[in-house]
């Protein structure tokens, strides 16, 4: 997957967390707040919580013109959401997307070394937490965002 994929993948499924706030608040975990999800690209519906809701919405809509179509785009989303639930403690992701968010202008380019530096950003802010929880982080985003998803 090209870079410039991957920067699509992630600003578009990630920056979606932003407007995750459901009717009980925003999410403070990723299984919090279930509900239907229907997929665009096959038209399944499954029950799931909001965040992975809004990260798949986000990441199907990045790929519905792109290399990766249909189900295998569905599975891709899938995947790489459940890379983040597995690697990611929520709080990173959280921080994460809200640097995404407030940096969108700036990282349009398709420039995925300035997504890798905003996680890392995050990661860093959030060390002494980390920490403290004895938490563990995947800090390499091509890892989460590439294979074997791919």
């Known amino acids: 997957m090209s870079r410039r994929a991957r920067l699509g993948l992630a600003l578009a499924a990630i920056a979606?967390?932003?407007?995750?706030?459901?009717?009980?608040?925003?999410?403070?975990?990723?299984?919090?707040?279930i509900g239907e999800f229907t997929s665009d690209l096959t038209g399944e519906t499954v029950e799931v919580p909001l965040v992975e809701a809004n990260y798949r919405r986000?990441?199907?809509?990045?790929?519905?013109?792109?290399?990766i179509q249909g189900e295998d785009a569905v599975q891709y989303c899938e995947c790489t959401f459940d890379k983040f639930v597995d690697n990611v403690p929520f709080r990173v992701f959280e921080v994460y997307n809200d640097k995404i968010v407030d940096n969108a202008e700036a990282i349009e380019n398709g420039n995925f070394d300035d997504l890798q530096r905003l996680?890392?950003?995050?990661?860093?802010?959030?060390?002494?937490?980390?920490?403290?929880?004895?938490?563990?982080v995947e800090t390499d985003l091509s890892v989460i965002l590439g294979s074997p998803c791919v």
């Open 16 to 33: 979606v967390f932003a407007a995750s706030c459901g009717t009980e608040g925003a999410p403070t975990a990723y299984d919090q707040q």
């Open 58 to 67: 986000g990441c199907e809509k990045t790929h519905e013109d792109g290399k």
């Open 119 to 136: 996680y890392s950003q995050a990661i860093d802010e959030l060390e002494e937490e980390l920490e403290a929880a004895n938490a563990t």
